[in-house]
């Protein structure tokens, strides 16, 4: 298979396969040249979802990221996605028949990214996406746990954005997270962090860090 539309179509029905077999609302956008390609609903929550063909080499899944385009002003175009196009990439690999689902803040401004299969031949531990953790359905749940926080935090529910009183306003809102975690998901913490979340910080067990909003 190797042309890029008929990989990128099949890509798309499975993972809208796979995300209406977990239960999942799945729309389309009627109109064309959105950045991104599916709309999946998580926990009250309407995802922007982008589709691609993962390819697998070298103990991973290769996926390129970055489009192009020839503009007759700027000529060759290079673009990518960030946060306000797409909330999550996700992953289709024909040769493994699996699908992954990544968060924006892991691919914003990247052309490509390596879903780890296998440990690396020179032995790298540090900096590495497995696969393991962005596989259906794992994923899915944890984006519906970060929602869920989400509307706790914020006092919203799928229906509103309105936030109700509290009977403590003045408590802080905290969150624990495994260290590998939050290092695979920084930027998504730190966000959370700035916006009044207290992170806690685990590793094996046992409290680690703590992460919160700047001093005023």
Request: with cysteine.
């Amino acid at each position: 298979m190797d042309n890029p539309n008929h990989k990128g179509n099949v890509a798309e029905l499975a993972i809208a396969t796979e995300a209406a077999r977990l239960g999942l609302s799945v729309l389309k956008p009627l109109t064309e040249h959105e950045r991104y390609d599916l709309v999946i609903g998580v926990a009250g929550r309407l995802l922007r979802v982008q589709c691609k063909w993962g390819t697998c080499r070298d103990g991973g899944i290769d996926i390129r990221l970055r489009s192009s385009y020839h503009s007759p002003t700027r000529g060759y175009v290079i673009s990518t996605y960030d946060e306000t196009e797409v909330d999550c990439l996700a992953v289709y690999c024909g040769e493994l028949g699996r699908s992954f689902l990544l968060p924006v803040e892991l691919i914003a401004g990247r052309t490509m990214i390596f879903l780890r299969l296998e440990a690396a031949r020179n032995n790298q531990r540090a900096a590495l996406n497995w696969a393991a953790d962005y596989a259906f359905p794992g994923a899915v749940a944890q984006l519906a746990e970060r929602s869920d926080g989400i509307r706790k935090v914020e006092g919203s529910n799928p229906s509103s954005s309105i936030r109700p009183p509290t009977e403590n306003p003045t408590r802080t809102a905290t969150e624990e997270v495994g260290a590998h975690e939050f290092r695979n998901h920084f930027g998504y913490y730190m966000e959370r962090a700035a916006a009044g979340t207290e992170i806690h910080i685990r590793r094996r067990g046992k409290p680690y860090a703590r992460l919160g909003p700047a001093l005023k």
